[in-house]
């Protein structure tokens, strides 16, 4: 016959048993919720041109590639930016391209592994006219038809955006990055008001709808401009104000993800 000593040790070893077992079954979980909030992922999306890669080297600290803003992607990059206090981002570049590899990427960053926010990029008519098809060399388009092409490709993803955002507890954040502004340095508060909620512009009624379709409290809108680079011979903008807006861009989206 066993002891009552025996017996309570036995219980008491299966008690710390199971709890280690459970410890180590939820260790994956919490390294997941440590690595989001730490380096929470970001979707940068936006039509072929507007210079999506480009600015997330910029936002990585990336060099980008000679030539680079005139090839565009067919698959999604990834970028990752560190800082010495173990903070950063873990980008996903959705290719701009209108092809499968593209709606699988969508499908990637707001189903299959939802993203923690989305920086889309536009261009306010100035992205890069790419040829169609694969076909080499620089496209051509109208101002006019580069804003009704953005505005075609922004209803594909904002509709993925509002699924995403209904399926989750936590409210969504959405940064609308007008890139190139060193090319209309002249007119960027009218480019912002342009891409801005409640401004009445085809591009603003399309983000009411999404925020409507979302839920006003479950999804954050912020409009800046950026340029990923300045000073060069077609740019009205010094470098110096474009480190500035890109400065901008980076403390938003570190005060989004919970950084500062």
């Known amino acids: 016959m066993q002891s009552p ?22 260790a994956p979980e919490r390294a997941s919720r440590l690595l989001r909030h730490r380096y929470p992922t970001v979707a940068v999306t936006g039509m072929t041109g507007v210079g999506k890669t480009r600015l997330a080297d910029r936002l990585s600290r990336r060099a980008s590639a000679e030539g680079g803003q005139d ?27 209108n092809a499968a590899t593209r ?17 889309h990029v536009v261009a306010n008519g100035h992205a890069t006219p790419r040829r169609t098809g694969g076909t080499s060399g620089a496209g051509v388009a109208t101002r006019e038809e580069q804003l009704a092409a953005e505005l075609e490709d922004w209803s594909i993803t904002a509709h993925r955006i509002a699924s995403m955002a209904v399926r989750r507890e936590r409210p969504t954040w959405l940064v609308i990055a007008v890139t190139k502004a060193d090319l209309f340095a002249d007119d960027v508060d009218a480019a912002v008001h342009y891409y801005s909620p409640g401004s009445g512009s085809p591009f603003g009624d399309k983000l009411d709808e999404l925020r409507a379709l979302a839920g006003g409290a479950k999804l954050s809108i912020d409009v800046l401009p950026v340029c990923a680079q ?5 740019s009205a903008m010094p470098d110096k104000a474009c480190a500035d807006l890109l400065g901008r861009l980076e403390l938003r989206l570190a005060q989004l993800s919970g950084h500062v």
Not at 21 to 26: K, N, P
């Open 230 to 234: 300045g000073g060069g011979r077609k």
């Open 5 to 26: 000593l025996r017996h309570g040790k036995a219980a008491i070893g299966t008690t710390l048993a199971g709890g280690a077992l459970a410890a180590l079954s939820q």
């Open 71 to 97: 090839v565009g992607s067919a698959v999604m990059e990834r970028r990752t930016r560190r800082d010495p206090r173990l903070r950063g981002y873990r980008f996903r570049v959705v290719p701009g391209e």
């Open 103 to 119: 709606l699988g990427a969508l499908d990637e960053v707001f189903h299959d592994e939802p993203v923690d926010g989305v920086l």
